[in-house]
């Protein structure tokens, strides 16, 4: 039972690169979550998915986009990367949406650096 | 609009003392309150956790103290071990969020 896993660990970009960063988790959950966590600002919402076709945006969507085709599967974005997205990325999964304390569960991070 | 706010960005204890890590809120209506570990080249992980209708929920060495009057969470680690040297979250949860604090890094001193 891997949990969460996400691919790749670390990335160096370019101004103006694109790249997609790939979610999985293997415990069948509904929810899935992309966070951004920056010094001084926590863990921030980017976009999440309540089920399979589904999408939403969090608290700082601009300059992402995400998709989850597959249940298991929830893929972030960056269609053109800015050196403000450098950043540590946390994708995370539950099987309810927290209103009755459902935890999350969260892969080990990538660390992305757009120079 | 910092909705969960932890105020120390870090913490400092000796071994076998009390930890006592704080965080506060603002909107009333959050049903769940949860503290997540982070190590180093880790993700968080779930640690404790209290319903908004309690006011203190216990799990070995680890207490959640909630006042709702203040807006007020703590977390106590009674006796402090080397290990738990690390980033802890606070986060509220309630109407479908999730919203993290921006965590407290505690240090215990062996």
């Known amino acids: 039972n891997a949990g969460v896993t996400q691919t790749p660990k670390f990335r160096v970009l370019k101004t103006g690169q694109s790249m997609t960063l790939l979610c999985a988790q293997d415990?069948?959950?509904?929810?899935m979550y992309w966070y951004r966590q920056d010094p001084g600002m926590g863990l921030r919402l980017i976009h999440y998915s309540v089920g399979e076709g589904t999408t939403a945006k969090g608290e700082v969507p601009d300059g992402y986009n995400v998709s989850r085709l597959k249940k298991q599967n929830f893929l972030l974005g960056l269609e053109s990367a800015a050196p403000s997205q450098t950043s540590v990325y946390f994708c995370?999964?539950?099987?309810?949406?927290?209103?009755?304390?459902?935890?999350?569960?969260f892969g080990p991070g990538t660390r992305l650096l757009v120079l | 609009d910092q909705q969960v706010k932890q105020n120390s960005p870090s913490l400092s204890v000796q071994e076998g003392r009390i930890s006592i890590l704080n965080c506060d809120y603002t909107?009333?209506?959050?049903?769940?309150f949860l503290w997540y570990k982070k190590y180093p080249a880790e993700g968080p992980t779930f640690l404790i956790s209290i319903s908004s209708i309690k006011d203190k929920n216990e799990d070995g060495r680890f207490t959640v103290f909630l006042n709702k009057s203040a807006k007020h969470l703590s977390l106590h680690i009674v006796p402090s071990q080397p290990g738990d040297s690390a980033v802890y979250f606070c986060a509220a949860s309630g109407g479908f969020k999730t919203i993290f604090g921006a965590g407290t890094r505690l240090f215990v001193k062996a």
């Open positions: 415990m069948n959950h509904e929810y």
């Open positions: 909107n009333s209506m959050f049903d769940y």
């Open positions: 995370a999964s539950s099987y309810g949406s927290g209103v009755k304390g459902e935890t999350q569960y």
